[in-house]
């Protein structure tokens, strides 16, 4: 059964292996976290071992399989298996009656009460995963295997420093190209900028960039 670390991380829960599944539990495991992953194929869980030691072999995803998984112990699960209408409803219905705080479903309509429903495949696994590591980020777009556009809400320990000062560029390779604030943009971003509440930056970051600012 999966237990919550003692660390203050986010714990997820992926139910369903399909090209969405996997994407998004590798993801979340390159950007550090160790997710639980839920499937009835063995061979498709056998690969995942490679990325977390949570992974489970199921034959159903009723109330009580799921909950011998441990899946009630994360604080999001993500039910990855919207082909399936009636399973992916009854499956998330579950979950959200397990008491896990965010559930998120895949799915092709906007059946599944009681949680958030996204409509994706691969690109939008890999913008959920980094969203669900970096809670400031607002939305996350792939440029490119290396580049990526990122928008996030500037974070709380830089109001007030200028971008020379806070030196986001020399920590951690992010380069702001504009700044919105109460709906006005400035895309001619000069270093002497003083940041402030309530700031939205857009900014391209790499890789390795992401993972950097995602830890600090």
Known sequence: MFK???SDSKSYGIIGLGRFGSALAVELAKAGAEPLVIDGNEEKVREMREYTENA??????????LSETGIQNCD???VCIGEKMDTSILTTLNVVSLGVPTVISKAASAAQGGAEVVYPERDMAVRLAHKLETPNMLDFVQLSRKLNL???EVPRKIVGMTIMSADMRGRFGVNIIAIENNGNLTDNVHP?????EGDILYAVVSEKSMTRL???
């Open 150 to 152: 990122l928008k996030l």
């Open 76 to 78: 999001v699960a993500v």
């Open 4 to 6: 919550k670390s003692k």
């Open 56 to 65: 489970f072999v199921v034959n159903s995803f009723d109330k009580k399989t």
């Open 214 to 216: 995602s830890d600090w």
């Open 192 to 196: 002497d900028y003083m940041f402030r």
